[in-house]
């Protein structure tokens, strides 16, 4: 019976192993969706919408700090007449909220590896932030 246990713990352990390596089963099982796996499923899924916010005080944001490339939907909320949300980088982003308007608006954005820069352009040295793209 000694001589039987290696050899059960190591057909164990090359089944474990396969399970954890490979990910594109679709297995349901507890080794068939190792985080690895499920992390970029998860995050291109809800990467797809990015969110950006400015005022109604001196308040810019945006909901992510950092995403993959690629293409995304951005819906700003843009809640003073006073400032603006304006994201440009690489790729040739440029799109902007009007500063003397209020409201949702709603842009398609493709992300390129790099630093994005969103800030209000009446505002810009103290209402701004970035947006890595991995």
């Keep these: 019976?000694?001589?039987?246990?290696?050899?059960?713990?190591?057909?164990a352990g090359a089944a474990a192993a396969a399970g954890c390596g490979g990910g594109s089963t679709g297995s349901s099982s507890g080794y068939g969706a190792p985080a690895s796996t499920t992390t970029p499923a998860t995050a291109s899924s809800a990467a797809d919408t990015l969110s950006g916010s400015v005022g109604p005080g001196f308040d810019i944001s945006m909901d992510k700090t950092a995403v993959?490339?690629?293409?995304?939907t951005l819906?700003?909320?843009?809640?003073?007449?006073?400032h603006n949300f304006h994201l440009?980088?690489?790729?040739?982003?440029?799109?902007?909220?009007?500063?003397?308007?209020?409201?949702k608006k709603t842009f398609t954005v493709t992300l390129q590896k790099g630093t994005y820069?969103?800030?209000?352009?009446?505002?810009?040295?103290?209402?701004?932030?970035?947006?890595?793209?991995?």
């Design 117 to 134: 820069k969103f800030v209000c352009d009446a505002h810009p040295s103290v209402m701004h932030g970035t947006l890595t793209v991995n």
């Design 88 to 103: 440009s980088g690489p790729g040739g982003v440029d799109v902007k909220t009007d500063i003397s308007g209020t409201g």
């Design 68 to 72: 993959a490339a690629g293409t995304y």
């Design 75 to 82: 819906n700003v909320n843009d809640q003073a007449s006073s």
């Design 1 to 11: 019976m000694r001589r039987l246990l290696p050899v059960v713990v190591v057909v």
